[in-house]
């Protein structure tokens, strides 16, 4: 049997039954479609709550001074540890592999004066490094540059809690003078409101001056409460940490086997966070999707089934005039691999659009990938023969004697 | 004279629950080239069975079946397909076209499963076909625009295609009005005296005086087989018949 003839007699039995072969479609269309357009809703989504959470600094990696024993074994707060210096800052600079942003963090409590206006907080001495790593913005101003940083600059850069404070009346901060512990320093910059953050603790509630300043104006110190850093993406965190840990070690000279003297902490708790919810939503769209390529499988099935039963005769027919079993069996295949195919590719279609109307009426994230509609398209062809198959073996064993007589 | 069909004493027993049916005990007749037989019968005796038997989709229990000198007792289905495909055309009460389909291919259908005739072949022998059966003007007609009468043409043409040893009509004319069973007989026996072999089962015994040979069946013996040597020529009869008003 010549495989051209099988395909036309194909092509000529669903031409014949528009209606059948369309509805037949249908299941696998409907299937592909919601399969699409649900992935590309979903991952949308994934991606969306993924740079949300990266927003929260998910890539934030904190070093601290610590570990360190005092005389007698007696362990020391971190702050008053005088292991972290700049020295240990600039080495990461120069030799970190994984970095997107380090920053040095100082700081110091104290009163905030502006004219009659007094506000209890902390100043926090950092480089411009710092806005990167906690996901600030500056909303109004500058944030202060390298060259506030080389020459200790008295500016600072203000929370929207303290310009709440110190200005009630809604004046503009920027250029004013304020005093930190009588030391005068000119606003540069108001950052953006961030709100309070998981702990409950006011993220606006912030004072950030260059390092130096903190260090030779306010505090007169030499050392570091610590050092904040930001891992490339959030994939790399364990690596930048190993990273730190060697640059540490060699500036600290520690043999193999001391103790480290620093510790270092990443956002673990969020980054678990990211992955649980990503892993379950992968796992809820997967078994949604799986539902409705069964589903339209089953449409296949079930209509090719149908429709051995209401061709009998037409099958009696072909065995008749010399249709070998193989024959119909491969006609019946050839239809459903031909219908899946075309089912596959219109519900591409109808699920691509349906997520773009979905992203410009609803404004939901979408992401459509080449690898969720690969994907979807074999499956469906798969499911199609697949399901074709039973049908089609059916009709196949059907005795002419009895189908050529069907009523 | 070449023995087309040979049959030599078949039974056909089938097995219903507990008990054995005897369709056919023991049948046994030639049919030669150029013969026109009708087989006649009640029902239940056989003739369906026989008919069954001789268009290769059955075989019979026991004895022995040669078409146009093959024997097909031990054949596979796979097998009879093809000999069914090579050998027999098939014209059935109930026409049996394919629905929404035009003539033409309608009358190809045969060779599509014959892979040695190709495309444009199987075109020219469809045409020519259906020009032998007075459709030459419907070719691309659909299945479901046509009458009874030129369906059952457009039926024959598909028998006539693949140039058949035999043509094995089941009640050909059982579901045509007086006049157009007549014109499909004036064409059967046309065909008869272009020289082809055909088996015509019926229970209309009208029909057996146009044909050669009439072989009666009952209870699944050959009760009667007479050669006809009066042949009623069915166009004599045709020009009686009161022609269709509507």
Same mark, same amino acid.
């Given at each position: 049997?010549?495989?051209?003839?099988?395909?036309?007699?194909?092509?000529?039995?669903?031409?014949?039954?528009?209606?059948?072969?369309? +509805?037949?479609?249908?299941?696998?269309?409907?299937?592909?479609?919601?399969?699409?357009?649900?992935?590309?809703?979903? =991952?949308?989504?994934?991606?969306?709550? =993924?740079?949300?959470?990266?927003?929260?600094?998910?890539?934030?990696?904190?070093?601290?001074?610590?570990?360190? =024993?005092?005389?007698?074994?007696?362990?020391?707060?971190?702050?008053?540890?005088?292991?972290?210096?700049?020295?240990?800052?600039?080495?990461?600079?120069? =030799?970190?592999?994984?970095?997107?942003?380090?920053?040095?963090?100082?700081?110091?409590?104290?009163?905030?004066?502006?004219?009659?206006?007094?506000?209890?907080?902390?100043?926090?001495?950092?480089?411009?490094?710092?806005?990167?790593?906690?996901? +600030?913005?500056?909303?109004?101003?500058?944030?202060?540059?390298?060259?506030?940083?080389?020459?200790?600059?008295?500016?600072?850069?203000?929370?929207?809690?303290?310009?709440?404070?110190?200005?009630?009346?809604?004046?503009?901060?920027?250029?004013?003078?304020?005093?930190?512990?009588?030391?005068?320093?000119?606003?540069?910059?108001?950052?953006?409101?961030?709100?309070?953050?998981?702990?409950?603790?006011?993220?606006?509630?912030?004072?950030?001056?260059?390092?130096?300043?903190?260090?030779?104006?306010? +505090?007169?110190?030499?050392?570091?409460?610590?050092?904040?850093?930001?891992?490339?993406?959030?994939?790399?965190?364990?690596?930048?940490?190993?990273?730190?840990?060697?640059?540490?070690?060699?500036?600290?000279?520690?043999?193999?086997?001391?103790?480290?003297?620093?510790?270092?902490?990443?956002?673990?708790?969020?980054?678990?966070?990211?992955?649980?919810?990503?892993?379950?939503?992968?796992?809820? +769209?997967?078994?949604?999707?799986?539902?409705?390529?069964?589903?339209?499988?089953?449409?296949?099935?079930?209509?090719?089934?149908?429709?051995?039963?209401?061709?009998?005769?037409?099958?009696?027919?072909?065995?008749?005039?010399?249709?070998?079993?193989?024959?119909?069996?491969?006609?019946?295949?050839?239809?459903?691999?031909?219908?899946?195919?075309?089912?596959?590719?219109?519900?591409?279609?109808?699920?691509?659009?349906?997520?773009?109307?979905?992203?410009?009426?609803?404004?939901?994230?979408?992401?459509?990938?080449?690898?969720?509609?690969?994907?979807?398209?074999?499956?469906?062809?798969?499911?199609?023969?697949?399901?074709?198959?039973?049908?089609?073996?059916?009709?196949?064993?059907?005795?002419?004697?009895?189908?050529?007589?069907?009523? | 004279?070449?023995?087309?069909?040979?049959?030599?004493?078949?039974?056909?027993?089938?097995?219903?629950?507990?008990?054995?049916?005897?369709?056919?005990?023991?049948?046994?007749?030639?049919?030669?080239?150029?013969?026109?037989?009708?087989?006649?019968?009640?029902?239940?005796?056989?003739?369906?069975?026989?008919?069954?038997?001789?268009?290769?989709?059955?075989?019979?229990?026991?004895?022995?079946?040669?078409?146009?000198?093959?024997?097909?007792?031990?054949?596979?289905?796979?097998?009879?397909?093809?000999?069914?495909?090579?050998?027999?055309?098939?014209?059935?009460?109930?026409?049996?076209?394919?629905?929404?389909?035009?003539?033409?291919?309608?009358?190809?259908?045969?060779?599509?499963?014959?892979?040695?005739?190709?495309?444009?072949?199987?075109?020219?022998?469809?045409?020519?076909?259906?020009?032998?059966?007075?459709?030459?003007?419907?070719?691309?007609?659909?299945?479901?625009?046509?009458?009874?009468?030129?369906?059952?043409?457009?039926?024959?043409?598909?028998?006539?295609?693949?140039?058949?040893?035999?043509?094995?009509?089941?009640?050909?004319?059982?579901?045509?009005?007086?006049?157009?069973?007549?014109?499909?007989?004036?064409?059967?026996?046309?065909?008869?005296?272009?020289?082809?072999?055909?088996?015509?089962?019926?229970?209309?015994?009208?029909?057996?005086?146009?044909?050669?040979?009439?072989?009666?069946?009952?209870?699944?013996?050959?009760?009667?087989?007479?050669?006809?040597?009066?042949?009623?020529?069915?166009?004599?009869?045709?020009?009686?018949?009161?022609?269709?008003?509507?």
């Amino acid at each position: 049997m010549n495989f051209t003839n099988l395909f036309k007699i194909a092509l000529k039995a669903i031409n014949a039954n528009k209606m059948r072969s369309f +509805l037949t479609m249908l299941g696998i269309i409907i299937g592909v479609a919601s399969v699409i357009a649900m992935l590309a809703i979903g =991952q949308g989504s994934k991606v969306s709550i =993924q740079q949300n959470i990266a927003e929260m600094g998910s890539n934030m990696i904190m070093i601290r001074p610590g570990a360190d =024993q005092g005389p007698g074994g007696a362990r020391q707060s971190a702050d008053n540890m005088e292991t972290l210096t700049l020295a240990d800052y600039e080495s990461i600079v120069n =030799q970190n592999k994984y970095l997107a942003a380090v920053s040095p963090n100082v700081s110091s409590g104290g009163q905030l004066i502006f004219g009659n206006n007094n506000y209890q907080t902390s100043v926090t001495g950092v480089s411009e490094g710092y806005l990167t790593i906690r996901q +600030l913005k500056v909303e109004s101003g500058v944030m202060f540059d390298e060259s506030d940083i080389k020459t200790s600059a008295k500016v600072c850069v203000i929370g929207k809690t303290i310009v709440d404070n110190l200005f009630p009346d809604g004046s503009d901060p920027i250029g004013q003078i304020v005093r930190f512990n009588k030391i005068p320093m000119k606003v540069v910059g108001v950052l953006k409101s961030k709100g309070y953050n998981s702990m409950g603790m006011d993220q606006d509630d912030i004072v950030l001056m260059p390092y130096t300043t903190v260090m030779k104006r306010i +505090l007169a110190q030499t050392y570091l409460s610590g050092i904040y850093a930001s891992a490339v993406t959030e994939d790399m965190t364990d690596l930048a940490i190993d990273d730190i840990t060697s640059i540490l070690r060699a500036n600290h000279r520690l043999r193999e086997g001391e103790e480290d003297d620093f510790s270092i902490r990443s956002q673990e708790e969020l980054s678990s966070m990211m992955n649980s919810t990503t892993s379950m939503m992968t796992t809820l +769209l997967a078994c949604i999707a799986g539902i409705s390529l069964i589903v339209g499988g089953i449409g296949i099935m079930n209509i090719m089934y149908v429709s051995v039963t209401e061709r009998t005769r037409e099958i009696g027919l072909r065995m008749s005039v010399g249709a070998r079993g193989i024959d119909i069996l491969s006609q019946f295949l050839i239809e459903a691999i031909l219908i899946s195919i075309t089912g596959g590719i219109i519900g591409v279609l109808v699920g691509m659009s349906a997520a773009f109307a979905v992203k410009s009426v609803l404004h939901w994230p979408i992401s459509i990938e080449a690898w969720t509609v690969a994907l979807s398209f074999i499956v469906c062809t798969i499911t199609g023969v697949f399901f074709g198959w039973y049908p089609a073996k059916k009709a196949a064993n059907l005795d002419p004697i009895e189908a050529i007589r069907y009523e | 004279m070449k023995a087309i069909i040979d049959i030599d004493n078949i039974r056909r027993d089938f097995i219903v629950g507990e008990e054995t049916v005897h369709a056919l005990r023991g049948v046994t007749f030639t049919i030669n080239e150029g013969e026109f037989v009708t087989i006649m019968g009640t029902s239940g005796s056989g003739k369906s069975t026989l008919l069954n038997i001789l268009g290769c989709l059955d075989t019979p229990t026991s004895g022995e079946y040669r078409l146009d000198g093959t024997p097909v007792r031990t054949m596979t289905k796979t097998e009879r397909a093809v000999l069914r495909n090579r050998k027999i055309g098939f014209v059935f009460q109930n026409y049996n076209l394919l629905a929404k389909t035009t003539a033409v291919e309608n009358v190809e259908l045969p060779l599509m499963y014959n892979s040695s005739v190709g495309a444009t072949e199987r075109r020219e022998r469809a045409i020519t076909a259906l020009t032998r059966v007075g459709l030459a003007d419907r070719l691309y007609h659909k299945s479901n625009q046509m009458s009874g009468g030129q369906m059952q043409r457009v039926a024959i043409a598909r028998a006539l295609v693949n140039d058949p040893a035999v043509i094995l009509a089941d009640e050909a004319t059982g579901n045509l009005d007086t006049r157009t069973s007549f014109e499909i007989l004036v064409l059967f026996q046309e065909l008869h005296r272009e020289g082809r072999t055909i088996i015509f089962v019926t229970h209309n015994p009208e029909i057996a005086q146009y044909s050669s040979r009439n072989i009666v069946l009952r209870d699944g013996k050959i009760r009667d087989d007479i050669v006809n040597h009066d042949i009623q020529d069915a166009t004599v009869k045709l020009a009686q018949l009161p022609v269709n008003d509507d």
